[in-house]
């Protein structure tokens, strides 16, 4: 059985009262009850247990996913890092062997030309002597000739290289010819060699030049490719030249190269090997394989190091190894990561390598960041779970279930006079508690409610709450009849809107406006299209559509960087959309596609407008990059003959003028 226990003053006021009925009431012990009854809603003590009970329950469990997923990034992560730094550190290796072998590019053409010059130089020498000679002599050609022999002696080529002189009239080639003690000079019959007759005659009308001559030129009559460099001296009818042998040259640059690779390192210690395709090592870590067969070295699994190598550059060219190798200044084997290339100018095979337990220490390094990482994240979000629940659990014992709820709550009777309304409720209505009893919905909502409430059970309906603060709230209100100790009293949620009408308007506007350039977006132009030929079928209004393309815009995205192509295009839209007029649209069509509406305007207006903003792009200049823009264009009028034209219709025809632009050379307006 249920008692109302009440406790009373001297005259009759209840100043306590126990939780079992909820109507409390004042009364004076002469006139039975003498004040009015109101509603208070009763705690429900076993859902607080219930809530808080689920919340420790939901708080565990979240913590457990915490956990759990803190594990599955830490071991996904843990793997990345491992590809992630594995990958670069074979870019790292494959990138220096890659700038040795532009190096190596670099100092061949620098030493070739160096020689190149070289037998240039000693060619103008002689030859100024020569003709020297023959401008002072009062002799003979003959005797002239005569006395060159004699210079000749006198002449010490440029090391690897020779000179020689071909007298035209007799035949005949003097050649210097260096012995032990001094240099004599040989008579050779050219005629024997015709690939130096092939070129007599280009010697002669060119006058000079360089040449690949196979010829014997010393004293071992060996059949060499030289380069040479021959001048006419027509006066004389003689051919001065001057060679260098060509497998000199290379045997000179790669011993030069083979010194200076030696020489390279980068980082701590990495170094560069080379070996020849037969296996003979030419710049090695351990100075006593250089010279020798390297070809027999084996890997721990007896797997041929060298014989992988070979494989993966007759197939493709390069490729990576894994193998065990010493390690400079340190005792045992080690595994290594090797890149390795072909280096076809001197047939050889260059490559570098690094040492894998410096991946892993680094790997270690980072994976222990990033557990520590993770802890300090897991502690953090415990301790916000563990600060909520507390929070939780302490609000419990001070609030309703009601007065927890995001939504206002009001209970209600059938006149509308509100009885009751939690936290959130008088946060829109703009009242304090103790104002609770002055409200009626019919004087705060500006739909009926009261009549909808006589008719239905539920409504549920959208309507603006004018609060007594002066605010006008869009709200949705659920209304529904219920019991409260047996009497029948109405249940009102409202929910403020504010936010999300709000947002309505915000993806409204988003869904119509370009992200990038800040102007319309193709949906929002095609559908002006639409409505200016609906406008021009009705009332005969002319009406221009453009159609503008930047002119080369995927040079500059190539040339500066996607960003920076960005940049032009919010410039291309931002000066279009200042230089039309207030009653144009302009929208991005696409890429650095840009439509144009000029409603009320036929195609010459346009085409002034267009023209003129095509001058403004086309004069400006962006400093930082020193580049000027154009575009191309075209415009079409809305014809009120072909009223069953369609907007996709009108957009074909103004694409295929502006194609029409670019094809006649771009920075144009076709109409």
């Known amino acids: 059985m249920k008692v109302l226990i009440c406790i009373f003053d001297k005259i009759g006021n209840i100043i306590g009262i126990n939780r079992y009925y909820d109507i409390i009431l004042t009364v004076d012990f002469t006139g039975g009850i003498k004040m009015r009854t109101f509603l208070r809603v009763k705690p429900l003590s076993y859902i607080r247990e219930i809530i808080s009970l689920l919340i420790i329950i939901i708080s565990l469990a979240i913590t457990i996913f915490i956990v759990t997923m803190s594990y599955n990034r830490y071991e996904s992560d843990s793997k990345k890092i491992r590809e992630q730094y594995y990958s670069y550190h074979k870019r790292i290796i494959k990138n220096e062997v890659q700038n040795i072998c532009r190096y190596m590019d670099y100092y061949i053409s620098k030493s070739e030309e160096i020689y190149m010059e070289d037998i240039k130089q000693q060619v103008y020498t002689i030859y100024d002597i020569i003709a020297n000679e023959h401008i002072n002599a009062k002799n003979s050609r003959q005797d002239v000739k005569n006395k060159i022999s004699s210079i000749l002696d006198n002449v010490t080529p440029y090391p690897l290289t020779s000179y020689f002189l071909v007298e035209l009239d007799s035949d005949r080639m003097i050649i210097p010819r260096a012995n032990s003690s001094n240099i004599d000079l040989g008579i050779l019959e050219f005629q024997n060699y015709s690939e130096f007759n092939n070129i007599i ?399 009320g305007t036929n195609i010459k207006s346009a085409y002034v407008i267009l023209n003129r903003i095509k001058n403004i792009i086309k004069n400006h200049t962006f400093e930082e990059k020193k580049l000027k823009l154009s575009f191309s264009a075209g415009i079409v009028e809305i014809n009120r003959t072909d009223v069953h034209n369609s907007a996709s219709d009108y957009i074909k025809k103004v694409d295929k003028l502006l194609y029409k632009a670019k094809e006649n050379g771009r920075d144009r307006i076709e109409i």
């Open 201 to 599: 005659d280009q010697v002669q009308e060119k006058g000079e030049g360089f040449y690949n001559i196979n010829c014997i030129l010393d004293d071992n009559n060996d059949d060499n490719y030289k380069l040479s460099f021959v001048k006419y001296l027509e006066p004389l009818n003689v051919i001065i030249g001057s060679s260098v042998n060509t497998k000199d040259i290379d045997g000179v640059i790669k011993k030069e190269l083979l010194e200076r690779i030696r020489s390279f390192t980068y980082d701590i210690d990495g170094y560069f090997y080379v070996t020849n395709k037969e296996g003979k090592a030419l710049v090695f870590s351990n100075k006593d394989y250089v010279g020798k067969d390297i070809s027999n070295l084996k890997d721990d699994d007896g797997s041929s190091i060298y014989d992988e190598i070979i494989t993966d550059v007759d197939r493709n060219g390069e490729g990576y190894i894994e193998y065990n190798w010493t390690k400079p200044e340190a005792d045992g084997m080690f595994s290594k990561l090797s890149y390795f290339r072909t280096y076809d100018k001197c047939d050889w095979i260059i490559g570098t390598g690094v040492y894998e337990n410096v991946i892993e220490e680094n790997i270690l390094a980072l994976e222990s960041d990033l557990k520590n990482e993770i802890r300090s994240n897991l502690f953090r979000v415990l301790l916000v779970i563990g600060l909520l629940i507390f929070i939780l659990l302490l609000f419990q014992f001070y609030s309703t279930i009601t007065e927890l709820s995001v939504d206002g709550i009001m209970i209600i009777d059938s006149m509308g006079q509100v009885l009751d309304v939690n936290r959130k409720g008088l946060e829109l209505i703009g009242i304090t508690r103790r104002n609770i009893n002055d409200i009626n919905v019919n004087d705060i909502f500006r739909d009926d409610i009261s009549t909808k409430m006589g008719i239905k059970k539920h409504v549920n309906i959208e309507s603006v709450l004018d609060n007594r603060k002066g605010k006008e709230i869009p709200v949705e209100i659920h209304i529904k009849l219920g019991k409260i100790r047996k009497r029948e009293y109405y249940i009102a949620y409202l929910r403020d809107l504010t936010k999300r009408i709000s947002y309505e308007k915000k993806l409204e506007e988003l869904a119509l406006v370009d992200e990038l350039t800040g102007i319309h977006n193709r949906r929002f132009i095609i559908n002006e299209v639409k409505s200016v030929i609906n406008d021009q079928k009705e009332n005969k209004k002319p009406a221009s559509i453009a159609m503008i393309d930047l002119d080369l815009f995927k040079n500059i995205n190539d040339t500066y960087g996607h960003t920076y192509g960005d940049e032009i295009l919010k410039y291309l839209a931002n000066t279009i959309k200042d230089n039309i007029r207030e009653m144009d649209y302009i929208g991005r069509y696409g890429g650095e596609e840009f439509i144009i509406v000029f409603p």
